[in-house]
């Protein structure tokens, strides 16, 4: 378990309230950190599951999960096996989810860097949040790009509403399409309202737990990490 901690920067310090660089303390590149956010239940754990399934093999990724008071999420991942047990770690918040990854980012700093301190090179770290609001968004001084998951079930009224997590995510993931026919969304309506709130962020809808329903969240991540190399070298 991370405690919270009080969330300075002292001067010459990698991470910030401005960002987050690429370096790590002690030099060399770091990995790209991309936060998962949602509502509860949306798919984020699944999400994060999916993407370790599909992108093991090519590359060295960890997984940092929160939960206010448990290791629900963690564990999970841990009985599915998507990665060995020492690339999981769990962050406990003890209060509401988007005080870890905005407010008071340091446990999970503590939490990412201690897994390339043990791990050493690591080319993704994935942090997901708790389930949490529409206006649930990472700090950039935690994260370098943030992946907000919603489903259907929770009324395809979501994407109109619009919130941060909707409008500001870099990438917005429309999941579990499969049940719309049986709770009666219209996803071309969904399809609409997201690109009307976001312009020409992406979006992407996708049932995560169908085969290949993951493929275009991994290729996004692909995307994004051969920019990051590309800026870091």
């Known amino acids: 378990m991370h405690l919270h901690h009080d969330d300075t920067f002292p001067e010459g310090s990698t991470h910030g309230p401005g960002g987050s660089t690429r370096g790590r303390p002690g030099g060399g590149h770091r ?10 239940g949306s798919g984020k754990t699944a999400t994060v599951a999916a993407l370790c399934r599909t992108l093991r093999e090519q590359l060295s990724l960890a997984v940092v999960t929160n939960d206010i008071y448990t290791r629900e999420d963690a564990e999970f991942l841990l009985r599915e096996a998507v990665l060995p047990a020492e690339r999981i770690t769990a962050v406990q918040t003890g209060a509401c989810p988007h005080t870890a990854i905005r407010d008071d980012i340091s446990a999970n700093l503590e ?3 201690d897994l390339e301190d043990r791990l050493g090179p690591l080319d993704v770290i994935l942090i997901e949040s708790g389930g949490d609001n529409l206006t649930a968004t ?3 001084g935690l994260v370098d790009a943030q992946i907000f998951v919603i489903d259907v079930a929770g009324g395809d009224d979501i994407p109109r509403k619009g919130g941060p997590g909707v409008t500001t995510s870099d990438l917005l ?5 499969d049940l719309a026919v049986h709770v009666g969304a219209d996803l071309a309506a969904m399809a609409r309202d997201a690109e009307a709130q976001r312009g ?10 169908s085969p290949e329903g993951i493929t275009p969240v991994a290729g996004w991540v692909r995307a994004r990490l051969a920019a990051w190399t590309a800026g870091a070298a």
């Open 31 to 40: 990995a790209l950190r991309v936060g998962l956010g949602g509502p509860v």
């Open 111 to 113: 939490a990412v860097e």
């Open 138 to 140: 990472f700090s950039k």
């Open 173 to 177: 993931v429309i999941n579990k399409t």
């Open 200 to 209: 020409d962020l992406p979006t992407v809808l996708t049932a995560v737990k």
